[in-house]
Nanobody, 123 residues
Framework: QVQLVESGGGLVQPGGSLRLSCAAS????????MGWYRQVPGKERELVAT???????NYADSVKGRFTISRDNAKNTVYLQMNSLKPEDTAVYYC?????????????????WGQGTQVTVSS
């Protein structure tokens, strides 16, 4: 079993900052891409940022220059530093990871999601 546990969400004023964390645990052999997505009620989940195992990053245009994704491979953890937050950043933020599990004579690669953490940007 694999679990992704997010933390760091909350209420912040416009212009403020938050740092999200997502730790993966369980029977993990290796983690490939990791990322953050967000969703508001009535809309589809959208990509915020992704990072490869080698550290290459990709950002949605709406967050470029304000958000920074990073990861600690030793801790199986991905972070999202969010600066200059705007009300339109309000959403539930979800962590995603492409994980390879292994056992005696088998490998299995799957996509995993965290439970989500609420980020609210409001004065």
């Amino acid at each position: 079993q694999v679990q992704l546990v997010e933390s760091g969400g909350g209420l912040v004023q416009p212009g403020g900052s938050l740092r999200l964390s997502c730790a993966a645990s369980g029977s993990i052999f290796s983690i490939h891409g990791m990322g953050w997505y967000r969703q508001v009620p009535g809309k589809e989940r959208e990509l915020v940022a992704t990072i490869t195992s080698g550290g290459s990053t990709n950002y949605a245009d709406s967050v470029k220059g304000r958000f920074t994704i990073s990861r600690d491979n030793a801790k199986n953890t991905v972070y999202l530093q969010m600066n200059s937050l705007k009300p339109e950043d309000t959403a539930v933020y979800y962590c995603n990871a492409d994980i390879l599990r292994a056992g005696s004579g088998w490998y299995m690669r799957d996509d995993y999601w965290g439970q989500g953490t609420q980020v609210t940007v409001s004065s």
